[in-house]
Nanobody, 115 residues
Framework: QVQLVESGGGLVQPGGSLRLSCAASGIIFSIYHMGWYRQAPGKERELVAAITRVGSTNYADSVKGRFTISRDNAKNTVYLQMNGLKPEDTAVYYC?????????WGQGTQVTVSS
């Protein structure tokens, strides 16, 4: 059974930082491309950051320079370090694992940026 379990969300003030984690089980983690998506109320889910199985990364323009995605294949975990958080970063953040035509999703973790 495949599971992606996100953690690390919460309430933070503008300008603050959070680190999200996504622990994977039931897959050979190292061969999957991993990503973080987010969905704000009333908006479509959007890609925030992705990292390939060999470590190449890409980011949404809105988070470049503020967010960093990384992975630890020994721990079957992908991370999203979020710095300089803005109110517009408020959303549910989802972890995604994809390989060929197979994709898995986590249940999401809420990030709220507010003073």
């Amino acid at each position: 059974q495949v599971q992606l379990v996100e953690s690390g969300g919460g309430l933070v003030q503008p300008g603050g930082s959070l680190r999200l984690s996504c622990a994977a089980s039931g897959i050979i983690f190292s061969i999957y491309h991993m990503g973080w998506y987010r969905q704000a109320p009333g908006k479509e889910r959007e890609l925030v950051a992705a990292i390939t199985r060999v470590g190449s990364t890409n980011y949404a323009d809105s988070v470049k320079g503020r967010f960093t995605i990384s992975r630890d294949n020994a721990k079957n975990t992908v991370y999203l370090q979020m710095n300089g958080l803005k109110p517009e970063d408020t959303a549910v953040y989802y972890c995604n694992a994809v390989r060929d035509f197979t994709a898995y999703w986590g249940q999401g973790t809420q990030v709220t940026v507010s003073s």
